[in-house]
């Protein structure tokens, strides 16, 4: 049973809009959450992550919010660029101490000029 | 900027023959991952090292996966022998330890091995 879900596998935007990419997990035990982005022939590389005892962490264009009632947590994105267009993976983790992460499928994200 | 290296980048094989990987970390990293990435699938942990001890292997096939960290620096994942279902990619991933907070622990990722078994 998946314990992150990111049940949209694709999304579209255009330039300057506000992407939203959401994520829900079911294991009440995850105490840290994040967001990587992935490019073709790449490795991930980290975005942005939030702690459970938080509910907004902002980093630039980048915001990231926590619903911990709702299990829920999204990455928002404003400006959208081009630049933009990558996989987006949320992870989640028991702790803070290094525990391996627990990965979504991804959303792909396209922005269009 | 400090990477983590991984070689090869791609690696075709044919079943039942043996493959490895190799994953150099970022100087100064005491924790390594191994996580592969089936195609449309997120990243799902093989084994973590932290220097050279095996931290967790649970998810390890183990009766055709082994990996070593035997310096307490770079690691080798090896398959033998592989199987169609072990097409993926391979990541390798980085951080300083597992204490200090946050961004201490902060994974860096490799460019991963692409797999292809025929």
């Known amino acids: 049973d998946q314990q992150v879900k990111q049940n949209s596998p694709s999304l579209s935007v255009q330039e300057g809009r506000i992407s939203i990419l959401n994520c829900d997990y079911t294991?009440?035990?995850?105490?840290?959450f994040l967001w990587y982005k992935k490019y073709p022939a790449e490795g991930p590389t980290f975005l942005i992550s939030?702690?459970?005892?938080?509910d907004k962490n902002e980093d630039g264009r980048f915001t990231v919010f926590l619903n911990k009632s709702a299990k829920h947590l999204s990455l928002h994105i404003v400006p959208s660029q081009p630049g933009d267009s990558a996989v987006y993976f949320c992870?989640?983790?028991?702790?803070?101490?290094?525990?391996?992460?627990?990965f979504g499928k991804g959303t792909t994200l396209s922005v269009s000029s | 900027e400090a990477e983590v290296a991984q070689s090869p980048r791609y690696k075709i094989t044919e079943k039942s023959q043996a493959v490895a990987f190799w994953c150099d970390p970022i100087?100064?990293?005491?924790?390594l991952y191994w996580y592969r990435q089936i195609l449309g699938q997120g990243p799902e942990l093989l084994v973590q090292?932290?220097?050279?001890?095996?931290?967790?292997d649970s998810q390890l096939p183990k009766d055709r996966f082994s990996a070593e960290r035997l310096k307490g620096v770079d690691s080798t994942l090896k398959i033998q022998p592989a199987e169609l279902g072990d097409s993926a990619m391979y990541l390798c991933?980085?951080?300083?330890?597992?204490?200090?907070?946050?961004?201490?622990?902060?994974?860096?990722f490799g460019p991963g091995t692409r797999l292809t078994v025929l």
């Open positions: 294991n009440s035990m995850f105490d840290y």
């Open positions: 992870a989640a983790s028991v702790d803070q101490a290094g525990t391996a992460l627990i």
């Open positions: 939030i702690s459970s005892i938080k």
């Open positions: 991933a980085s951080s300083l330890g597992t204490s200090g907070g946050a961004r201490y622990n902060e994974q860096f």
């Open positions: 100087s100064g990293h005491a924790t």
């Open positions: 090292f932290q220097d050279e001890s095996v931290v967790d």
